[in-house]
């Protein structure tokens, strides 16, 4: 079992910046597939921005702000965030996996971390 550990989360003011990590520490664990979630109170978790393979993917209401990037022997996940606002307040959660088909689907990722909170205030 892989267990991953986010950090970097906090509580910033609008406009503000942060930059969240995730990695499996104590674990040779390397993947080609990983992704960001987030989860407000009273919502469904939803897709942030995944790094596939080579490629990247956003939802819609992060695209241009969020960034998402991979240390080169891929043990490490970003998600550099710019330009908050109150609407990004959740508990973001890293996912990881073996092979991924939709990238936005919780089921399609095998490990997690147990989340960090994003919390910007107005």
């Known amino acids: 079992q892989v267990r991953l550990v986010e950090s970097g989360g906090g509580s910033v003011q609008t406009g503000g910046s942060l930059r969240l990590s995730c990695a499996a520490p104590g674990k040779n664990y390397h993947s080609n597939y990983w992704c960001w979630f987030r989860q407000a109170p009273g919502k469904e978790r939803e897709g942030v921005a995944a790094?596939?393979?080579?490629?990247?993917h956003y939802a819609g209401s992060v695209t241009g702000r969020f960034t998402i990037s991979l240390d080169n022997a891929k043990t490490t996940v970003y998600l550099q965030m710019n330009n908050l606002t109150p609407e990004d307040t959740a508990m973001y959660y890293c996912?990881?996996?073996?092979?991924?088909?939709?990238?936005?689907?919780?089921?399609?990722?095998?490990?997690w971390g147990q989340g960090t909170q994003v919390t910007v205030s107005s």
């Open positions: 996912a990881s996996g073996y092979t991924v088909g939709a990238w936005s689907l919780p089921s399609e990722y095998n490990h």
């Open positions: 790094a596939i393979g080579d490629l990247t």
